[in-house]
């Protein structure tokens, strides 16, 4: 069955502080997609990054980076140097041949940045 | 850019009301869903629709409805609402290429039933 699993319910750092939300995700495909989205306190979610199943190549943009371990069934994301707008909740997400047109959301992680 | 625009940000009715959520898209999308976020369990499907007037029921899809009848737009029915149903209303839309492919999200609806 697809799952994803977001452990950390909420997180609190200060400004210029790394942070690494997790994410465990369970499928049995060998084909699948995961994502992640940021939802802003405007409600919008907004995409950040698609990874599929065979690019195990970890992913840096600017100060966003993503570490996907096949190994460990993770797709954690790091910010560095966080800064106060980076406040929002993260959003991890799967979505493999089983679920077809189904994306599965972990339940989110929400990020505080205080300046 | 991908547009996705959502009727309304903040909705209050009463229990029994029919309510209409309204979402509509300008990029010529195939795929089209609706979500309600919770706090402590994400987004959960509802329903999609991957063509005009077609349309699959998602993971809850009880006390909802949906209409498509138009490719740029996707409705939310409740035909009675309930209290339960005070939540967060997410639209997104996606190409038909690939069910993996990127999905495109509104604003949100906040709905109050009272």
């Known amino acids: 069955a697809q799952k994803v699993t977001q452990a950390q319910t909420e997180i609190s750092v200060v400004e210029k502080e790394d942070v690494t939300l997790d994410c465990v995700y369970e499928?049995?495909?060998?084909?699948?997609?995961l994502f992640w989205y940021k939802q802003p306190p405007s409600g919008e979610l907004v995409f950040l990054i698609r990874r599929n199943s065979f690019d195990e190549q970890n992913e840096i943009s600017g100060r966003y980076s993503w570490n996907f371990q096949k190994s460990t069934s993770s797709f954690n994301f790091t910010i560095t140097a966080s800064q106060v707008v980076d406040s929002a909740v993260y959003f991890c997400?799967?979505?493999?041949?089983?679920?077809?047109?189904?994306?599965?959301f972990g339940a989110g992680t929400r990020l505080f940045v205080k300046a | 850019d991908v547009k996705v625009t959502q009727s309304s940000r903040y909705l209050v009715k009463r229990t029994g009301e029919k309510v209409f959520l309204e979402c509509v898209q300008d990029m010529d999308h195939e795929n089209m869903f609706w979500y309600r976020q919770d706090p402590g369990l994400g987004l959960r499907l509802i329903y999609f629709s991957y063509d005009v007037k077609m349309k699959e029921k998602g993971d809850i899809p009880e006390g909802y409805s949906v209409s498509r009848e138009k490719k740029e737009r996707f409705s939310l029915i409740l035909e009675s609402a309930s209290t339960n149903q005070t939540s967060m209303y997410l639209c997104?839309?996606?190409?038909?290429?690939?069910?993996?492919?990127?999905?495109?999200f509104g604003p949100g609806t906040r709905l109050t039933v009272l």
């Open positions: 997400a799967l979505n493999d041949n089983t679920g077809g047109f189904k994306t599965i």
């Open positions: 499928t049995r495909d060998t084909t699948y997609y």
């Open positions: 997104a839309s996606s190409l038909r290429d690939s069910s993996t492919d990127t999905q495109y």
